[in-house]
């Protein structure tokens, strides 16, 4: 009588550390978002919290989510250097002039 006692305690103490378990795992997202000074950090809580519903079906996404992005560095997805650029989008300006005054040689070349 007494190890059914013992046993069953033991049953509901293993339920509740998975049951809070599962609702932890399920913050992370927002964890990170709030760490990151993420901009959609209220979006990223309730998705976490649809994501109980969908049983982690979408966590992964909303954890890549809340990993893209950086204070110091935005959504990480500028050219720093390697596309001829200072990664604040001036390269990118003298490039595309320079295409386009490429093009209208071309375009002028070709009408004589």
């Known amino acids: 009588m007494f190890l059914e006692y013992v046993a069953l305690i033991l049953l509901i103490f293993v339920g509740l550390v998975f049951f809070y378990g599962i609702i932890a795992i399920h913050d992370i997202p927002y964890e990170i978002a709030v760490k990151r000074n993420h901009p959609h950090q209220d979006v990223l809580h309730v998705a976490g919290w649809v994501s109980l519903f969908t049983l982690h079906a979408i966590w992964p996404f909303l954890w890549i989510w809340a990993m893209m992005y950086r204070?110091?560095?935005?959504?990480?997805?500028?050219?720093s250097g390697g596309g001829g650029g200072s990664g604040d989008g001036e390269g990118l300006g003298a490039r595309l002039e320079a295409i386009e005054a490429r093009l209208a040689e071309l375009e002028t070349g070709k009408g004589e």
């Open 71 to 79: 204070e110091d560095r935005g959504w990480g997805m500028e050219t």
